[in-house]
Every structure is written in structure tokens, then in C-alpha cells.
């Protein structure tokens, strides 16, 4: 279940004695109860949709360490999921405290259930990735028309929401806002499309003050008890493209903090993106797990433990 490679502590998979309610690409999902979730993040990486083999030290610390930061620094804007991070509050089942407290410790969120939207919610600040190629053919992203002549990367004038499918598998989807609305009501529509923007903005406004620009993010929400609650992970590197603020230019791609890393090392082979995903050098796993903490360090100012 743990490896230890370079004397890291990596965490691939978890098998906990709770009932699994799922494993996603990056997360073991366990039911504490009827009404919550234990969310475990391992360090398993995707790209293009693809888990890759190797864990990366540090990721799931940091994805779980990053949420828990902006879910409070967001709270004013829409309640969150989380319940607590701490283990000791968890009040998990003795055997499961006491067999793998450590393991969860810092990667771990009990959280509430929620039913989760079928929609995942996009927001672009800046024009790259699928916004830019959806441009560069019509003109507009997502049915967003935009001005004529903006360069690659170029900051929109303002962010705009570009809904997607959350697909069972393969990729996700980009839809029209009245696919989003077909598929979860124009009132709620409206609604997590106003509250993604309110917390892209809050969460771009504050990394920008740390020297990190969030170019692009998805957020998911869910209903409980018919109030809508952001769920599942916030403004991570994983969920969001963060770019360094320092040397960013439009016009051409930006260099990236974090698995653009990766992406960049498998751009340079002759895989075909398709399971299984290869090996990744010892010097790309490092420099990612760098770019991960570093990540952390400059949005928080501490160090992830
Ligand atoms: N509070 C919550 N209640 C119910 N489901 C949640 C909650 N928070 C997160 N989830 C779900 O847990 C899953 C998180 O797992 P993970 O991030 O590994 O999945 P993924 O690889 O992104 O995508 P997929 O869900 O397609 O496997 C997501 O499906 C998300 O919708
Ligand atoms: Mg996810």
C-alpha cells in the first residue's frame, strides 16, 4: 500500500476497513456512516485522463493541504464539504485510527456527502487549452464570443464560465450553458455559474498576491438537503493551470508549475495516450513534487507536512 521510494513515504492505494464507495483517478473514497465521506488523496498522477504508474511524492499532501486552505478562505462565498482535516476529530472506528491514522494524517478530509451536480464548472481567466483552440476555429469559447485577434494565454477582459460533462470515463466534455441548464435546472445554473465566478476571482486575487496566476479552474458542486455545496477539491494544481506571474506574456504557451511538467516530458514520446501510461524518469517525478510543494509554500507560506 506504501512504498517507499528515495526514504519518501508514497501512498499509491489505500485499502481501509470502511466501505469504499469509490476509487476515482486520484482518490480513495470511504463511507464513515450514512451521511459523510472520508476523502484519501493518494500521490497517483493523471494526464490526458491517464493514471500514470508512478506516484509522486507529496501530491496527495498537497492537494488535500491546498483544498483545506481555500475552503476556508471561500467560505464566505458558498459553504463547503469539508467537516475537518484533523484526524483526531475524525472519530473513525478505533481500528481504523489506529492501524492507518499516520497514512491519513495531512491527506485526508472527512467531509459530508453530498449528491454531486452533473456538471463541472469551468472558469477561464485566461484564453489557453481548449478555450483557445475552441477560439482559434469560431471565434468564441464555449459559445462565449470574444473580441477578434487575442493571443494565446492573453487574459480575458472578464472570466467566463465554460461548463463540462463529468465523464464516467475518458474525457470531459465541453457543453452550452443550455445543456447545463437541461441538465440541472436554469435556477442552479445560474447559480453555481455565479458562485464559480465569485470564487475564481477571490482565489485569483490572492494568488496573484503570492506570484501565481490561475489561468483556469473547474469546481464541482453538490446539493444537501437542497442547498448547494462546493465539494470534491478547490483551486488546486490538479483542478486549475497555474502559471508563474513572474515572466508571463501572452502569445505563447506559459511555463508551468505542475504537471504540465509531465505533460511536457510525455509530449516527447510515441504514446498514443491511451492506458497503460508509461514510466516517468526519476528527474521528472522530483522536479513535479518540487513544483507541487513550491506551489504550497507560495500560496500558504508554509511547508506542506
Ligand atoms: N462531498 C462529496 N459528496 C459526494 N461526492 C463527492 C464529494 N466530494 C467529492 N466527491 C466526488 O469524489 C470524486 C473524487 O475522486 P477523484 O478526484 O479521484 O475523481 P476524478 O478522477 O477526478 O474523477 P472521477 O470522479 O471521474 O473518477 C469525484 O467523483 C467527486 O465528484
Ligand atoms: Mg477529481
Known amino acids: 500500500m506504501t512504498t517507499s521510494a528515495a526514504r519518501i513515504e508514497t501512498v499509491w492505494e489505500t485499502k481501509l476497513p470502511l466501505p469504499l464507495v469509490g476509487r476515482g483517478k486520484v482518490r480513495d473514497i470511504y463511507a464513515v456512516g450514512g451521511d459523510r465521506l472520508l476523502i484519501v488523496t493518494t500521490d497517483r498522477l493523471s494526464a490526458f485522463d491517464v493514471v500514470l504508474p508512478d506516484p509522486i511524492p507529496f501530491k496527495g499532501k498537497v492537494l ?149 496566476l490561475i489561468a483556469d479552474t473547474k469546481f464541482e458542486f453538490g446539493l444537501i438537503k437542497n442547498e448547494i455545496v462546493l465539494i470534491d477539491e478547490a483551486l488546486t494544481p490538479d483542478s486549475s493551470r497555474f502559471w508563474p506571474k513572474e515572466g508571463y506574456g501572452p502569445g505563447r504557451d506559459q511555463p508551468s508549475f505542475d504537471k504540465q511538467i509531465v505533460r511536457n516530458y510525455l509530449l516527447t514520446l510515441t504514446w498514443n495516450q491511451k492506458p497503460p501510461g508509461p514510466k516517468l524518469p526519476a528527474e521528472v517525478i522530483e522536479k513535479t513534487s518540487r513544483a507541487y510543494r513550491e506551489i504550497y509554500r507560495r500560496l500558504t507560506g508554509k511547508e506542506v507536512v
Open 64 to 212: 488535500t493541504q491546498i483544498s483545506v486552505f481555500w475552503f476556508d478562505h471561500l467560505k464566505s462565498i458558498v459553504p463547503n464539504h469539508l467537516i475537518t482535516a484533523e484526524v483526531d476529530e475524525m472519530n473513525l472506528p478505533a481500528e481504523v485510527k489506529e492501524k492507518f491514522g499516520s497514512l491519513l494524517e495531512g491527506r485526508s478530509m472527512l467531509v459530508r456527502r453530498a449528491q454531486p451536480l452533473s456538471v463541472e464548472c469551468v472558469i477561464r481567466g485566461y484564453l489557453t487549452g481548449s478555450g483557445w483552440k475552441d477560439y482559434l476555429k469560431t471565434g468564441a469559447t464555449s459559445g462565449h464570443k470574444l473580441p477578434a485577434g487575442l493571443q494565446q494565454c492573453q487574459k480575458l477582459s472578464k472570466p467566463i464560465f465554460t461548463p463540462a460533462t463529468k465523464a464516467v470515463t475518458g474525457h470531459d466534455e465541453n457543453i452550452s450553458f443550455e445543456e447545463t441548464v437541461s441538465r440541472i435546472g436554469e435556477g442552479t445554473a445560474r447559480k453555481v455559474e455565479a458562485l464559480s465566478l465569485g470564487l475564481y476571482e477571490r482565489g485569483r486575487d490572492y494568488a496573484e498576491t503570492k506570484g501565481i
